[in-house]
């Protein structure tokens, strides 16, 4: 195994630091007071940023998924609701890459990863399909040379922004998760309305919203993948995204890592006593402990999917060691700090706040040890 960057993944983790540095960290405080960072998203779209994995033919970097996890660990360190939104937009021109025709690659790639769409969406969660996906109820009907498709999207990230959105729906009841078909929606289509926004506790910049499709007409040419194949498009987009939600929990943590570090030097400058102590010091050394063993985990799975290996386990794992390490390195912060951290304004408030939802979203932390269990009990 060997997964120590080569020098083409090393210079896109250098252009993801450099923006990062530029661009997210002099915007992140009014990106998280609720302002959709669309100056971010146009100068990551510049450097190719939002088609890490895509084809330079289409302004993509043809990045590996290890450049993935670097790039994305760089961007969440300086602004987490950027992330997400890079991060999706980045999933959904990967699956286009991926399943799509010749026909949809040139009438979307190009413009995802520009950043002339702002964003693209995923379509999986339901009303009462989150964490069981496969009894999703939005439902296409075949019509002539056309689909119907009717049904409700929830916590949608950038749904009211994105220029495509891949909707997951079921388009035959009879087969489970097998009767699933993937399709790529664009805003204007009559039927498709943007329904409540999310009033979240952290990625404030980030949007998240309701999605809303009735009798929304859709050719079949706008269909990605095969009949039946929808499952397997999105369990594929979930394997990379689960590397990437462990890259963005791991960015956040050292953010939280280093703060700490800084106001516990300065309060030693101040008062030898406070700034010292081995409780302080320890906890610190813990922090670093976790979040590096679990961006091992990250790396690993990353380099599996490099080596197109299958690593749904690998990547489960990645997820939840990475999110549970930066949430503990979140909170340790908090109290470390102290008052400081606890200033609403401050960045280890921001990176506390956003890093929450990452053991929720994209399968939560329980789904994720259900995987990996049910893997091991499959001999994988
Ligand atoms: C900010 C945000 C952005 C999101 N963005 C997107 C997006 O872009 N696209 C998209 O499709 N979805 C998105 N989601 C949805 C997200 O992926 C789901 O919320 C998540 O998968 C959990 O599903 P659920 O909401 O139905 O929760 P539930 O499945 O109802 O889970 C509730 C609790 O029950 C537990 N639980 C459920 N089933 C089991 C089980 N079998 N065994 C043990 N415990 C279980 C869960 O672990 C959790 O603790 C987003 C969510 C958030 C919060």
Not at 108 to 114: E, I, Y
Not at 186 to 202: A, C, I, N, Q, T
Not at 238 to 264: F, H, K, N, V, W
Request: neutral net charge; glycine residues 10%; hydrophobic residues 45%.
């Amino acid at each position: 195994m060997q997964f120590e960057p080569g020098a083409a993944d090393q210079h896109i983790a250098d252009l993801a630091r450099a923006a990062a540095r530029d661009h997210l960290t002099p915007r992140a405080a009014r990106t998280d007071a609720g302002i959709f960072p669309r100056e971010n998203i146009a100068a990551l779209g510049q450097l190719g940023l939002l088609g890490i994995k895509i084809d330079p033919t289409f302004g993509g970097l043809d990045g590996s998924n290890l450049a993935y996890v670097l790039a994305i660990r760089e961007l969440a360190g300086a602004c987490a609701s950027t992330t997400v939104t890079v991060a999706v937009t980045n999933m959904v021109a990967d699956m286009i890459a991926r399943f799509g025709t010749d026909e949809q690659k040139q009438r979307h790639l190009a413009k995802l990863v520009s950043g002339e769409y702002l964003a693209g969406s995923f379509a999986l969660s339901e009303p009462s399909a989150g964490s069981d996906a496969a009894s999703l109820q939005t439902r296409a009907e075949r019509r002539g040379d056309d689909w119907v498709l009717n049904g409700n999207k929830l916590w949608i990230t950038s749904g009211d922004v994105a220029g495509v959105t891949l909707v997951m729906a079921k388009t035959d009841a009879n087969k489970g998760s097998r009767g699933i078909t993937a399709f790529l929606t664009e805003p204007g289509m009559p039927g498709f309305s943007v329904g409540r926004h999310e009033d979240k506790l952290g990625l404030l910049g980030s949007s998240t919203v309701s999605l809303a499709f009735e009798d929304v007409v859709v050719p079949d040419s706008a269909r990605l993948g095969a009949l039946g194949q929808g499952f397997e498009v999105a369990m594929t987009a979930l394997d990379g995204g689960r590397c990437g939600i462990g890259a963005q929990a791991i960015g956040m943590g050292y953010t939280a890592l280093r703060e700490t570090s800084r106001i516990l030097t300065a309060r030693a400058a101040r008062d030898k006593a406070l700034g010292t102590e081995q409780n302080a010091l320890f906890r610190l050394a813990d922090m670093a402990l976790r979040l590096d063993a679990a961006w091992l985990l990250v790396q690993r799975a990353a380099w599996l999917r490099d080596q197109g290996k299958k690593m749904t386990k690998e990547a489960a794992m990645a997820k939840v060691a990475a999110t549970e390490a930066a949430n503990f390195a979140c909170q340790t912060a908090m109290q470390l700090a102290g008052p400081d951290a606890f200033d609403a304004g401050s960045t280890i408030a921001r990176v506390w706040r956003d890093v929450r939802v990452s053991r929720i979203y994209e399968g939560t932390s329980e789904i994720q040890r259900l995987v990996i269990a049910r893997s091991l009990a499959a001999g994988l």
